[in-house]
């Protein structure tokens, strides 16, 4: 969320950042001057209200005293009861106009709330995914001399992959791993918290894996993306089954002042997600690439305001580099205005070649939120030697998305057997070099 401060003195630089966005200005922002001033109006007439009474109450009190010395005069008398009165008369009138500002203030922060992020100058302007600017690429795509399978044939046929018994199970966009497949799933988790924390200075940690509604908030999901969730009624309450790790973690430190010697905090959990995919309708419909549950190692860090950029090219780096130890070949792109969550000042993807796709597919999303969701959970930090307060900036990206890299493995490390190669940094994992058909 934006600072309404910021908001009220920059509404320009406001509007042609949400033109970036491909957004129409008046239907975000709707009727923010108007109740913005009307708002303001209200406060100031409760400030001068409750200033004259104060003087007035001060004159009362003369007048009173020398009525009781018996030197009031039959105009200082007169003046006293017209004082009371218009003291009544405010006492009526400031209730009136401290609940008009309050209802201003509440449709202004339905407002605040709506308006996404601004994006970092460093973005590239455009409409969608077709205006993401590559930034770089790693390794090079392996050369076959047979046509390579994409995932979704390959699972099956090495009896590791089943989504018709996920079907029974639960329904469309689930899947069900057996021996093997399943091993490499835990295996690759293990891999990347291991890095993470072994070698990228991480600290694990287990969230649970429903928050409330607030932690949903915090993090930006609700209100307005509440048709991706899945909601689970409990008491009078409901809380939320998680899309990402982001929204535990992050929320870790909800309504809590940090140390500025703590910072920047680092993070990693392993957990599984669980999206609706609203809007997603015939979207990868085969396959693991879009599901309903999948499991995704995250990556989050709290940081200063001044260090957020440096913070986030060593995140998206640290996600890089499970890739470049698997041996898969990838590219870097920075997404456009148009492409980015409404939540993320700059966001690059890091997109993994499926050879049995003939595509780039993206495995995770590296995102700087600067002040945004700090503001919206209230998460600030001291500065040494100061004593107010200032608001964290918060970082996440995958670190990776552990089913997408599972595909990403079957697809590129396939042999003209039907067999897939296990790299050589998860052999200590899986205790195995390659994945071969499973027995019924």
Not at 306 to 317: A, I, P, Q, R
Request: glycine content about 6%; some cysteine.
């Amino acid at each position: 969320m934006l600072d309404l401060n910021f908001v009220r003195e920059n509404l320009p630089l406001v509007e042609e950042k949400l033109r970036a966005r491909g957004l129409d200005p008046a239907s975000v922002l709707k009727d923010f001057r108007s109740l913005d001033a009307s708002r303001r109006q209200s406060l100031e007439a409760v400030q001068r209200r409750q200033h004259l009474r104060r003087v007035d109450s001060q004159r009362v009190a003369e007048f009173k005293k020398r009525e009781k010395q018996g030197t009031a005069t039959p105009a200082d008398l007169k003046e006293m009861a017209d004082l009371i009165n218009q003291a009544k008369m405010d006492g009526d009138l400031i209730p009136q106009f401290e609940a008009d500002a309050a209802e201003k203030d509440l449709k202004l922060r339905e407002i605040l709330v709506g308006i996404p992020n601004l994006p970092h100058a460093s973005v590239p302007v455009g409409h969608s995914a077709d205006d993401n600017v590559e930034v770089r690429r790693w390794g090079t795509p392996p050369k076959f001399d047979f046509t390579p399978k994409p995932h979704w044939d390959l699972g099956p046929e090495l009896g590791i992959l089943d989504l018709e018994r996920a079907v029974k199970l639960t329904g469309a966009r689930f899947a069900v791993y057996w021996e093997i497949g399943a091993k490499l799933e835990r295996a690759l988790a293990n891999f990347m918290l291991d890095l993470h924390t072994r070698e990228h200075g991480y600290t694990e940690v287990l969230p649970p894996f429903l928050v409330n509604s607030e932690s949903m908030y915090g993090t930006g999901q609700l209100p307005k993306f509440a048709a991706d969730l899945f909601r689970v009624p409990h008491g009078e309450k409901d809380l939320w089954l998680i899309p990402t790790a982001e929204v535990p973690v992050t929320n870790l430190y909800r309504d809590e002042v940090l140390e500025q010697a703590r910072l920047p905090i680092s993070l990693t959990a392993y957990t599984p997600c669980f999206r609706s995919e609203a809007g997603s309708y015939g979207k990868d419909v085969r396959g693991i690439i879009r599901q309903h549950q999948f499991q995704k190692v995250e990556l989050v860090k709290f940081t200063r305001p001044e260090n957020s950029y440096e913070e986030h090219e060593k995140l998206t780096h640290d996600a890089e580099e499970v890739l470049q130890r698997l041996g898969l070949h990838y590219r870097v792109v920075t997404l456009s205005t148009g492409d980015m969550s409404a939540a993320s000042a700059k966001t690059y993807d890091i997109e993994v070649w499926l050879p049995g796709q003939q595509l780039f597919r993206e495995i995770s999303s590296c995102s700087n939120f600067e002040s945004y969701q700090a503001r919206r959970a209230n998460i600030r930090y001291r500065p040494e030697g100061k004593n107010k307060t200032e608001l964290v900036h918060t970082l996440n990206g995958s670190g990776l998305a552990v089913g997408r890299t599972w595909v990403a493995i079957l697809e590129n490390y396939q042999q003209a057997d039907g067999s897939v190669v296990i790299p050589e940094a998860l052999r200590p994992y899986m205790g195995t070099e390659r994945i071969v058909k499973r027995k019924q």
